[in-house]
């Protein structure tokens, strides 16, 4: 299972450059310099950017005003992580979100198991935080240990405490429209699209990845009755060997296969809108599922850096004031 929070970007970034700042817009033209090749794609490219940092400070700016006002009746909410063993690039990960969270107002207790922690010793943690009344979301760090089963891990958690929504009751919940934590990945594309106005109701949605963090739980919200889903969705994989068929005649291309640059050009309908929500990584290097040439032949296009990333953060955060809401109503 991938982990959704690694597609997070923290910052404004120029998409088009590579992760050392060096500018490659005039790479994709062969066999002129690089000023002709830069002047001749920028007069190739026409797609809106659909940057998702926006769509997240619209969300934070919420998920702060609504921690403030139970704040004022005395409660604080708060979201626990579990980090098992030392890898740096999720301690990282651990680190960003207690710092967003300070600044949105949220408690972040956290327990760091060592990485010869046992099954045992893991899920202990988790109950410990499912029995704090002082703790309304809950976070496992991804990836555990090999010798760990995160999965098993997962359902021992509170559902309602489950902040990535990837509790086999939540997605149950998701399956069947009731409600619950969402997937944050799945969510924050639903609300990119409403945020930058995109239509989506009624329109030809192509999933290319059939993932359970993204690919599967996206097809479910999108097809869900309320203005900003209402989709025809088809969900298509690497598995099918003429998966281009699909996206060429999509409205809306959502990219979710984690293999880099899969999507290119000619496998974009003219003028669709195309949302890059799968990716990899090459050390520290960011390797998207959509070549950025598409540009050049799509409507709107999410940046290579700081699309998607940023929301699926908001929406993590959204899911723990609601889970601190509800655990307080009464």
Request: aromatic share 4%.
């Amino acid at each position: 299972m991938a982990n959704p929070h690694d597609v997070a970007s923290w910052g404004p970034s120029d998409w088009r450059q590579s992760e050392d700042g060096t500018d490659h817009r005039g790479a994709f033209v062969v066999g002129v310099d690089r000023l002709g090749a830069h002047e001749h794609l920028e007069s190739r490219m026409s797609a809106r950017l659909l940057p998702g940092k926006p769509v997240a400070e619209r969300v934070l700016a919420d998920v702060t005003a609504r921690a403030s006002a139970l704040r004022e009746r005395g409660i604080t909410p708060s979201l626990a992580t579990i980090l098992v063993g030392d890898d740096d690039a999720s301690a990282g990960y651990i680190g960003i979100k207690q710092k967003q969270a300070a600044a949105l107002g949220i408690d972040s207790p956290h327990t760091h198991l060592p990485a010869d922690a046992t099954q045992e010793d893991l899920v202990g943690a988790i109950t410990g935080y499912n029995d704090d009344p002082a703790v309304h979301g809950l976070l496992i760090q991804y990836p555990v240990p090999g010798h760990l089963d995160y999965d098993a891990a997962l359902s021992v958690m509170d559902p309602d405490k489950d902040v990535d929504g990837m509790h086999p009751v939540n997605m149950g919940r998701l399956a069947v429209g009731l409600p619950g934590p969402l997937p944050c990945t799945p969510a924050g594309i639903e609300e990119l699209l409403a945020f930058h106005e995109i239509p989506v109701s009624g329109r030809e949605v192509v999933i290319l990845g059939r993932g359970a963090t993204l690919g599967r739980p996206l097809a479910m919200l999108l097809t869900q009755k309320r203005p900003t889903a209402n989709a025809a969705v088809t969900v298509v994989h690497t598995g099918v060997p003429d998966w281009d068929r699909y996206t060429r005649r999509a409205d809306i291309l959502i990219a979710a296969a984690g293999v880099p640059g899969i999507i290119q050009p000619e496998h974009v309908k003219p003028g669709a809108t195309v949302v890059g929500g799968g990716v990899r990584y090459s050390g520290k290097k960011l390797l998207p599922d959509v070549d950025e040439r598409c540009e050049e032949v799509a409507g709107a296009i999410t940046p290579r850096v700081g699309g998607v990333g940023p929301t699926t953060v908001a929406m993590l955060f959204r899911n723990v004031i609601a889970a601190a809401e509800k655990a307080t109503s009464a």
